[in-house]
């Protein structure tokens, strides 16, 4: 894969992400907004209660995309993906407020959510499949872990985005046209594929088992395929499950359930484990690039295992560790960066993008996205500060337990050998 290409792709899922993230961000504006007026708290529960809704989306467009990517290449369900997010993000900028049309702009936003979340995720699951098939075999967790931060820069500039736009002069209609951003953003990279001609180099229909799957229903892949798909869901859900509790839960649970820190120094020691966490993405992947995957990933298992007793330790005293939440954020990447290429080489190629997209949105919405939930519950009806950190080991030990099952795969048949 030459530069220009891993640019673009790169800069797909920037777009992508900041598109998904941006919603989360303004979710109080847009509450406000296009919701009665209410209180503030019944306001946001609406507005959250509406994006869990639009999570039913996400395996929808992982069947329609992943069997477009299988059958006609990855490279052209990437304009439709980023047409799709970047026209709902016009509309949500120019949807009038609930006094205005009342209910029928929840209904817009609503549609709008699952137009963009069925994008978003099959969307970027592809290019992380494109990536993967079209880099040296070399260099397959570094193209997957600079990905993975062009993921997280979209989150990051949404979030600047969201609170630029909410704050000065008419800060109440400002915030929307960080949609518009996104939008003209979206169209700005499909002007660039165009002109670049960006596409797949190599054809799926040439893969050697390409008429075999090609006729095949969703229904009859995972039939014949139960177990693997399984495997991936399990995997997946438990990887994002580690970044949900580490970057998202735990620092609310510390300033605001446990009251052991304050929001401000909370907030200050997730941004930077973040930073880490993109830093050792790299450096994660040139070592798994180097030395095997597996190992490495074994290895951080047991590293991470051990910052968590600390952590559990820390927590029994209703006090908060910096310096293992940031040696975690530093240890997880040699956990997710070679873990997606094994994920990836376990699933044969003419399948490939549909059994992947759709586990990751199955398993984004069984096991990933309840992680802050039971997490909470946990403490809740037990009051052990710690408890919730054995959750934490627990997605550990699963995200073990399938990439050993995936690994097995890889090394004892020859049918998840082939690669482009």
Same mark, same amino acid.
């Given at each position: 894969m030459n530069k220009k290409t891993f640019a673009i792709s790169a800069l797909i899922v920037f777009v992508?992400? +900041?598109? +998904?993230?941006?919603?989360?961000?303004?979710?109080?504006?847009?509450?406000?907004?296009?919701?009665p007026k209410d209180d503030i708290v019944i306001q946001l529960l609406n507005i959250y209660f509406l994006m869990s809704v639009a999570m039913i989306a996400k395996p929808l467009g992982a069947i329609i995309f992943g069997r477009l990517g299988d059958?006609?290449?990855?490279?052209n369900s990437f304009i439709i993906s980023l047409s799709g997010t970047s026209i709902a993000s016009f509309i949500l900028f120019i949807t009038p407020s609930n006094e205005l049309i009342g209910l029928f702009s929840v209904l817009i936003v609503l549609l709008c959510r699952m137009v963009i979340s069925a994008l978003v995720s %099959?969307?970027?699951?592809?290019?992380?499949?494109? *990536?993967?098939?079209? =880099?040296k075999s070399s260099r397959q967790c570094l193209g997957i872990s600079i990905t993975t931060i062009f993921t997280l820069l979209g989150s990051l500039v949404a979030s600047l985005s969201a609170t630029a736009f909410s704050s000065g002069y008419l800060q109440n209609y400002n915030w929307k046209f960080s949609f518009l951003l996104g939008s003209v953003l979206g169209f700005i990279v499909i002007i660039i594929m165009k002109i670049t $001609?960006? @596409?797949?180099?190599?054809?799926?229909?040439?893969?050697? @088992?390409?008429?075999?799957?090609?006729?095949?229903?969703? +229904?009859?892949?995972?039939?014949?395929?139960?177990?693997?798909?399984?495997?991936?869901?399990?995997?997946? $859900?438990?990887?994002?499950?580690?970044?949900?509790?580490?970057?998202?839960?735990?620092?609310?649970?510390?300033?605001? *359930?446990?009251?052991?820190?304050?929001?401000?120094?909370?907030?200050?020691?997730?941004? =930077?484990?973040?930073?880490? +966490?993109?830093?050792?993405?790299?450096?994660?992947? =040139?070592v798994a690039d180097k030395f095997v995957k597996y190992k490495t990933t074994l290895i951080a298992s047991f590293i991470l295992i051990i910052f968590s007793f600390f952590q559990c330790y820390y927590l029994s005293k209703?006090? *908060?560790?910096?310096?293992?939440?940031?040696?975690?954020?530093?240890?997880?990447p040699f956990i997710t960066m070679p873990g997606a290429v094994i994920l990836k080489q376990s699933i044969p190629i003419s399948i490939r993008y549909r059994l992947f997209s759709l586990s990751h949105a199955i398993g984004s919405i069984i096991i990933s996205a309840p992680t802050a939930f039971i997490s909470t519950f946990i403490y809740h009806q037990?009051?052990?500060?710690?408890?919730p950190v054995c959750y934490f080991i627990?997605?550990?030990?699963?995200? %073990?337990?399938?990439l050993y099952k995936l690994n097995q795969r890889i090394s004892f048949s020859d049918e998840y050998k082939d690669t482009i």
């Open positions: 992508q992400y +900041y598109d +998904y993230h941006l919603f989360g961000f303004l979710a109080a504006n847009i509450a406000s907004h296009f919701f059958l006609n290449g990855r490279s %099959s969307g970027s699951d592809g290019v992380r499949i494109f *990536v993967f098939e079209h =880099i $001609g960006f @596409k797949d180099k190599m054809k799926i229909s040439n893969q050697p @088992k390409f008429e075999k799957f090609k006729d095949l229903s969703i +229904y009859e892949i995972l039939k014949t395929n139960k177990s693997l798909f399984a495997l991936c869901i399990l995997l997946i $859900g438990a990887i994002g499950s580690t970044n949900q509790f580490i970057l998202i839960f735990f620092g609310t649970y510390n300033f605001q *359930v446990l009251e052991t820190v304050e929001k401000a120094q909370m907030q200050k020691y997730i941004s =930077i484990s973040i930073v880490i +966490y993109m830093i050792f993405s790299i450096v994660a992947a =040139i209703l006090e *908060v560790s910096p310096v293992f939440l940031f040696l975690t954020s530093a240890t997880l037990t009051n052990i500060s710690w408890l627990v997605t550990i030990l699963v995200i %073990s337990f399938a």
